[in-house]
């Protein structure tokens, strides 16, 4: 090779070693994203993506309001539903799904709208969502001990109950945050008052298998999501801190934010990419509102997993 065009291809490999060594992100370090939610969108609990990198936060408050933050931290729009709010997912094909906890219902609405419709109702203390490869829902009851499937058309039945599913702990919700594995072949619950995530075969035929307990010692386990490594990632909202489990059910890692970012309550998460995005419900450990209501976010290791 000639001298020059050596020199050429050094100098690309410093630039791109240097570019690359820049661009590296923090990982692990959890920072504030987007203003603080206090009088816009107090309290958020559930959390959602859409494929533009919009994130939606709903509010356990009555107004029931959804803030969404665009992926430059930006407060673009904001409505209120009128009832509490818990879980929400954001379906491409569909909308976005969210949980009101104040009329145990299913919603599904259009962000560009506003408009929702009632996709099922009854849900005794509905929580959180997941969605199979099939575009069925799986809703968590944390105050029957059991898992709702919802069909797209409404259609719904109880997929699970089980003992491990409920809870004589506080904060006195049993079967909380909702995730499958990559392959589909396990549904894995979080139980807030026990502290554990509980797992849950998939039969071939699509049904509900045994239940055991997979992870223990997650102080207030809370949302859950999966990295493509399989390990999961849960909100321990009574520690501030988010846990990660590796796939043999022990503490692989733990994070928390420090000083103004620290984490108040995490509640829920989603990943877009590796960046993990957490709402704070801001409450502290007695359940007195605290003025944090925030979605924080954090550079992961590797890429979450697809959630459908």
């Keep these: 090779m000639r001298p020059f065009i050596v020199a050429i291809a050094v100098v690309l490999a410093l630039a791109a070693s240097s570019h690359a060594y820049a661009a590296a992100p923090d990982v692990g370090v959890i920072h504030d994203f987007g203003p603080n939610l206090t009088s816009s969108c107090p309290q958020p609990e559930g959390i959602a993506i859409d494929p533009r990198g919009n994130v939606y936060a709903s509010s356990f408050t009555p107004a029931g309001t959804i803030c969404v933050i665009d992926r430059t931290g930006a407060l673009v729009d904001t409505f ?77 039945s109880v997929w699970k109950q089980d003992p491990l599913l409920v809870t004589a702990g506080f904060p006195p919700f049993g079967a909380n945050g909702v995730a499958f594995d990559r392959s589909g072949a396990n549904l894995y619950v979080a139980n807030t008052g026990d502290d554990t995530v509980v797992r849950i075969a998939v039969n071939g035929d699509g049904s509900a298998g045994a239940a055991t307990v997979f992870a223990t010692g997650i102080d207030g386990a809370d949302g859950i999501a999966f990295d493509v490594r399989g390990q999961l990632y849960v909100c321990a909202n009574q520690a501030d801190e988010i846990a990660v489990i590796g796939t043999d059910g022990t503490r692989v890692a733990t994070y928390r934010g420090t000083g103004a970012n620290a984490l108040h309550f995490p509640a829920s998460l989603v990943f877009r990419g590796r960046d993990l995005y957490i709402t704070n419900l801001a409450f502290d450990h007695s359940f007195n509102p605290l003025p944090d209501s925030k979605v924080s976010v954090m550079s992961a290791p590797f890429p979450g997993a697809p959630l459908h």
Excluded: C, E
Excluded at 82 to 90: A, H, Q
Excluded at 118 to 142: E, F, K, M, R
Excluded at 145 to 151: L, M, Y
């Design 80 to 156: 209120a539903i009128g009832s509490p709010l818990i879980g929400m997912l954001f379906d491409a094909s569909a909308g976005l799904y969210v949980l009101d906890f104040g009329n145990a219902s299913l919603l599904l609405v259009d962000p560009r709208t506003h408009a929702r419709t009632t996709v099922a109702t009854a849900l005794g203390g509905p929580n959180a969502i997941a969605q199979d490869s099939h575009g069925n829902l799986y809703v968590s009851d944390s105050f029957g001990g059991q898992i709702w499937k919802i069909a797209r058309d409404g259609t719904k």
